[in-house]
């Protein structure tokens, strides 16, 4: 097993288990997690209280499994099945799955970061959002995507 | 990782330029491209068939930028944004822009698998597609996504 994929299974590991604790420590200090429905937590205390205090008040019996994983240099990718139980007001206690895939940044065998994607609209369907409310996250996700410098040339409607 | 580089340039070049042929002319002779919206389309033809006829039916001035790839033996990754002004009833006039991460599996110098991840709410919304027709769209790819075997073990 690679360092990388030990790394995953740790990562997996810590979430099944609900222990923010040891999944914040896969961090480095200044480490960022962008989580796809609740924003960016940064450096191990934050985004142990994001898997403590959040997470496990939205949802439980988190399953997670990585595959396909592959790291050089800085970057790592996996792609992934996710799932848990919805404990929101909009759903009544079904189990949402997706898939999606993900980017780690890797500095001396911890996560600088991470970063995820997968389809909302397929999300929230199964927790039973609502159609406005979908459509006000998925303004959320736009205005954050714009705000990235890297999608600057993306911006500027019509041709090149 | 030069040539995996090179490859994303042909790639995203051919895209822009919609060259079905320089497209296709990418993946080998059975590959599979699975599009995140429109579905899987198997083989050179099928590959640059579905940019010309179907990607540029719905939209127009396509542009993709690949970075950060990572590539390992047959299998790499890239983060990308991806753009295009809409051509559909929904969406002409609208300007969409997406960030995805696509998975390509390589043989013999070519891609013989494509695989990506997007948000297609985010998609969609800027798109002008209604709310109750997204949940219908929604329901069809939950579908789809249940059926995969890896999916199994979360049911």
Same mark, same amino acid.
């Given at each position: 097993m690679s360092e990388f994929t030990a790394l995953l299974s740790r990562f997996t590991a810590t979430v &099944?288990?609900? +222990?923010?604790? %040891?999944?914040? =420590?896969?961090? /480095?200090? $200044?480490?960022?997690? &962008?989580?796809?429905?609740?924003?960016?937590? /940064?450096?191990? %205390?934050?985004?142990? =209280?994001?898997?403590?205090?959040?997470? *496990? #008040?939205?949802?439980?019996?988190?399953?997670?499994?990585?595959? +396909?994983?592959? @790291? &050089?240099?800085?970057?790592?990718?996996?792609?992934?099945?996710? !799932?848990?139980?919805?404990?929101?007001?909009?759903? $009544?206690?079904?189990?949402?799955?997706? +898939?999606?895939? %993900? #980017?780690?940044? *890797? #500095? $001396?065998?911890? *996560? /600088? !970061?991470?970063r995820e994607w997968m389809d909302n609209l397929v999300a929230l369907q199964q927790l039973g959002t609502p159609p406005e409310v979908m459509l006000r996250f998925g303004g959320k996700i736009i205005d954050r995507i714009r705000a990235q410098p890297a999608s600057a040339r993306h911006l500027k409607e019509g041709k090149s | 990782m030069d040539e995996f580089v090179d490859l994303l340039a042909r790639f995203t070049r051919a895209v822009e330029a919609r060259d079905g042929a320089a497209f296709g002319a990418l993946f080998t002779d059975d590959a599979s491209y699975e599009d995140y919206v429109y579905g &899987?389309?198997?083989?050179?033809? @099928?590959?640059? $068939?579905? *940019?010309?006829?179907?990607w540029w039916k719905e939209g127009r001035d396509y542009k993709w930028t690949m970075f950060n790839p990572v590539r390992l033996g047959d299998l790499g990754y890239a983060e990308s944004f991806f753009s295009f002004n809409g051509a559909s009833k929904h969406s002409v006039g609208k300007h969409a822009v997406s960030h995805c991460v696509s998975q390509f599996r390589f043989r013999g110098g070519k891609f013989c698998q494509y695989r990506e991840w997007s948000d297609t709410l985010a998609g969609f919304t800027q798109m002008g597609v209604p709310g109750d027709l997204m949940v219908k769209i929604g329901a069809r790819k939950t579908k789809q996504l249940l059926a995969r075997p890896d999916v199994a073990p979360h049911l």
């Open positions: &099944e288990a609900n +222990d923010g604790v %040891a999944f914040g =420590r896969l961090f /480095t200090d $200044d480490g960022t997690y &962008e989580d796809h429905a609740y924003g960016r937590f /940064t450096g191990p %205390a934050e985004i142990a =209280r994001m898997v403590n205090e959040i997470w *496990l #008040r939205d949802g439980r019996d988190y399953k997670w499994d990585m595959r +396909d994983a592959v @790291a &050089e240099g800085p970057w790592g990718y996996a792609n992934f099945t996710f !799932s848990f139980v919805g404990a929101t007001k909009y759903n $009544d206690g079904r189990r949402m799955v997706t +898939d999606g895939a %993900a #980017r780690f940044g *890797l #500095r $001396d065998g911890k *996560l /600088t !970061s991470y | &899987e389309f198997v083989g050179p033809k @099928a590959i640059g $068939d579905m *940019l010309v006829d179907l």
